[in-house]
Structure formats: C-alpha cells, structure tokens
C-alpha cells in the first residue's frame, strides 16, 4: 500500500484529521464523512448513505458489520410503490437498469469506513485479524509501510478481501479436475463450471501435444489440459495477480512442468494445435477489477482473440471458444455480429457445443434479468482456418 497517494478527511474532536485512502475498485474518497459509532441508528445511517455521506467507525467492529447487513436489507427491500417498468423497454434497457440498480446499491454499502493501521490490523474492539488477508491483497509490511498514517477502507470492500482469504485458504472443488483450485484476491473464482465440463468432455484435436491458454487466470483451464495429456502448455494473461494464482495452482497440482506462464496481451509467439480462450461474456465496462473477468468493454478481447487466433493455429489445428450467449438474450451483442467476426477473422465454425448453466441465479426470478439467465446457454466453439 506504499504507492497510495489518495485521502480522506474528516472532522473529530473539532479537529480535522485526514488520512490515505484505499479502494481496490478505484472509487474516489467520499467528500462528506462523518465520524460515528455505535450510536447511530440503521434508519438514519442509510438515509445519509443515500445523500452521500459516509461514515468512518470507531466504535465496535461487530457492530459497524451488524450496520453494514442493516443497510443491504434496507437496499434490497422492495419499494412501497414500485416503478413499472414501461412497455417495449429491450432487454439491453433492462440490462442498464440492473446495472444502475447495482452501482446504487454498492455505492450506499460502501459508505460504512473502517480506519486500518500501517500494519494491516483494526483499531477497533473486536475487529478480526485481518493482516493475512490483507497482505495477500495488499502486499508484505514493510519498514516503510509501518512508518505510515492509518488508511482508510470500505467495510465491504475489507469483507471482500476476509472472504477472498477464506476462498484460497479453502479452494474451490473441480470436480472435471478431481482438485481444488484455490483463487486469489482480486482473480475470478471458477465458480461457474460448465465451461470446465465443456472443455474436459470435448475431444483433444489429433497431435495436440501444445496448447496455448488464453487469459488462463486462476490456471485451472491449463491445469485440465495438462491433466488430460497435453505435454506443453503455455498459459497467458496480463494480470500479475493472476499469474501469481495461477503458478500456485499448479505447483499445487504438480503439474508445473507442463505449464509455461507467460506475461502477455492474448498470444504467445509461434503455433500451436490447440488455443483455448474463455474470454469475459458482456460487452460492457466493468466498475471493479475483478469484474473484468465478466465485462470486456466493447469485446476487446474477445474480438483480439478472434483476429489473431488463425494467425496461431496450426494447420488443421482448433481455437476454443468458450462464450455465454447472455450478452445476446439481453441484445448486446447479436449472434450475426459473432459470426462475422468470426469469418472476417478467415475463421469458420468446425462444431458448437452447448450446455445449461446450472448456477443459482438460473432459478431466481426475482431477477430482473431472469429472462435471460433462464435460456442462456455456454458454448465451446470449434474453430478452425478457412
């Protein structure tokens, strides 16, 4: 945390005190915060969060958390008069609106602060201990760190990184591999499995003896080709923390030896038989790092993959596509505008594979986005050179 340069202030004791301030999504220091404790009630904290005030806690820790729940019922509670939605609004206006909707809600749950010292530990009554979790997110003390004034985070943002920690402490059961992938801070959890399945059911192209793994994040596609017999991986991304991620992964898996990690935009140099790439689904701008995993603004990458791919196949060999048709149902991306890409690329579609998302938001419809979580489909594309 030595490279921030951000503060917040805020008035105590009839003083003004500032100190740094840290936000992982990029979010800007509140303007008006308000210094609080265990006497403000949930009603009138929420109404301030809404007016854009943000509170810096110090009294309990347990119950700055207690106020944080209190907040998101608050959020997610259905209003008294609910605003109809118009008639002929499109799937890609209701899209927007889910994404305001959101962006309000963080917004109002970000506005609880919790003060952290140079060391990573809480100045509060019963705060956990967090250090682990924060230098895994943060980075290692060190002589400069400690000599620094207290910093500033959100409440949430801090759970974020708690429940990070317990993720890669835990990992995440795969059961295409038979391990545990264990996801870092800040690297998206592979979570949704269907395009795992996808690519351990689907036939290897004959001689695939190299692969390469397109944004391979937590590693856990190159570990599968590597267990399934591929001899060479090379696995790329430009993320530090993801190759960091990935190489624990593997060196957990003990399948280090098969896999190269590389540092790049999309592409390693050379050819390869096989070129597998699970790109982020919705062309739309992500408000957090992580969510770059999801939302690929303008589909960079996945249009970056398609007009380099033929450029490193080798001859009969295949690109994998694995791409959610989400961003389709909700009119963001239409299926002819894939496909043209796609021939403009000299690509043509040797085979698609499709399978239903079994996640569980499938079967919530109370979402407004239902409609399209219900029919979405994950494909595995067989690409191949014209």
Same mark, same amino acid.
């Given at each position: 945390?030595?490279?921030?340069?951000?503060?917040?202030? *805020?008035?105590?004791? %009839?003083?003004?005190?500032?100190?740094?301030?840290?936000?992982?999504?990029?979010?800007?220091?509140?303007?008006?915060?308000?210094?609080?404790?265990?006497?403000?009630?949930?009603?009138?904290?929420?109404?301030?969060?809404c007016e854009g005030t943000a509170f810096l806690w110090s009294g309990d820790f347990?119950?700055?958390?207690?106020?944080?729940?209190?907040?998101?019922?608050?959020?997610?509670?259905?209003?008294?008069?609910? /605003?109809?939605?118009?008639?002929?609004?499109?799937? $890609?206006?209701?899209?927007?609106?889910?994404?305001? $909707?959101?962006?309000?809600?963080?917004?109002?749950?970000?506005?609880?602060?919790?003060?952290?010292?140079?060391?990573?530990?809480?100045?509060?009554?019963?705060?956990?201990?967090?250090? $682990?979790?924060?230098?895994?997110?943060?980075?290692? =003390?060190?002589?400069?760190?400690?000599?620094?004034?207290?910093?500033?985070?959100?409440?949430?943002?801090?759970?974020?990184?708690?429940?990070?920690?317990? *993720? /890669?402490?835990?990992?995440?059961?795969?059961?295409?591999?038979?391990?545990?992938?264990?996801?870092?801070?800040?690297?998206?959890?592979?979570?949704?499995?269907?395009?795992?399945?996808?690519?351990?059911?689907?036939?290897?192209?004959?001689?695939?003896?190299?692969?390469?793994?397109?944004?391979?994040?937590?590693?856990?596609?190159?570990?599968? &080709?590597?267990?399934?017999?591929?001899?060479?991986?090379?696995?790329?991304?430009?993320?530090?923390?993801?190759?960091?991620?990935?190489?624990?992964?593997?060196?957990?898996?003990?399948? $280090?030896?098969?896999?190269?990690?590389?540092?790049?935009?999309?592409?390693?140099?050379?050819?390869?038989?096989?070129?597998?790439?699970?790109?982020? *689904?919705?062309?739309?701008?992500?408000?957090?790092?992580?969510?770059?995993?999801?939302?690929?603004?303008?589909?960079?990458?996945?249009?970056?993959?398609?007009?380099? &791919?033929?450029?490193?196949?080798?001859?009969?060999?295949?690109?994998?596509?694995?791409?959610?048709?989400?961003?389709?149902?909700?009119?963001?991306?239409?299926?002819?505008?894939?496909?043209?890409? =796609?021939?403009?690329?000299?690509? %043509?579609?040797?085979?698609?594979?499709?399978?239903?998302?079994?996640?569980?938001?499938?079967?919530? +419809?109370?979402?407004?986005?239902?409609?399209?979580?219900?029919?979405?489909?994950?494909?595995?594309?067989?690409? +191949?050179?014209?």
């Amino acid at each position: 945390m030595t490279s921030l340069t951000p503060t917040i202030q *805020w008035q105590e004791a %009839q003083q003004t005190r500032q100190a740094l301030w840290h936000s992982e999504s990029g979010a800007p220091a509140p303007t008006r915060v308000q210094f609080t404790n265990d006497t403000i009630t949930a009603d009138a904290a929420y109404k301030l969060a809404c007016e854009g005030t943000a509170f810096l806690w110090s009294g309990d820790f347990q119950n700055a958390r207690q106020l944080l729940q209190a907040l998101a019922r608050r959020c997610d509670r259905p209003p008294k008069k609910p /605003r109809p939605i118009a008639e002929g609004t499109t799937p $890609s206006q209701l899209f927007n609106l889910h994404r305001q $909707s959101q962006s309000q809600r963080a917004r109002i749950l970000s506005m609880v602060l919790i003060p952290l010292n140079a060391d990573y530990t809480i100045p509060l009554r019963r705060a956990p201990d967090v250090v $682990s979790a924060c230098i895994e997110a943060f980075g290692p =003390i060190t002589a400069h760190n400690a000599e620094q004034q207290i910093t500033v985070i959100s409440l949430r943002e801090l759970q974020g990184l708690i429940g990070a920690h317990e *993720w /890669r402490k835990k990992g995440v059961d795969i059961p295409a591999l038979g391990q545990k992938i264990h996801p870092h801070y800040g690297v998206f959890s592979p979570v949704r499995g269907e395009y795992i399945d996808l690519v351990a059911t689907t036939p290897l192209p004959p001689s695939a003896n190299l692969a390469f793994d397109i944004g391979t994040g937590t590693g856990v596609l190159a570990a599968l &080709l590597a267990q399934r017999g591929v001899q060479r991986i090379i696995a790329t991304d430009q993320d530090p923390r993801a190759l960091a991620c990935a190489r624990e992964n593997l060196d957990r898996l003990d399948l $280090s030896a098969q896999v190269e990690l590389l540092s790049t935009d999309l592409f390693p140099a050379g050819r390869a038989p096989l070129i597998v790439c699970n790109p982020p *689904w919705i062309p739309a701008r992500p408000s957090s790092p992580i969510e770059y995993a999801i939302f690929d603004p303008e589909s960079r990458m996945l249009r970056g993959f398609l007009a380099g &791919l033929s450029g490193h196949l080798d001859v009969k060999g295949e690109g994998w596509l694995l791409l959610s048709d989400f961003a389709e149902r909700l009119g963001l991306r239409p299926r002819h505008q894939l496909l043209e890409w =796609i021939a403009q690329a000299g690509l %043509q579609v040797a085979e698609r594979i499709d399978i239903k998302p079994g996640h569980s938001k499938v079967t919530d +419809t109370t979402d407004l986005l239902h409609f399209a979580r219900s029919a979405e489909v994950t494909s595995l594309w067989r690409l +191949t050179s014209k």
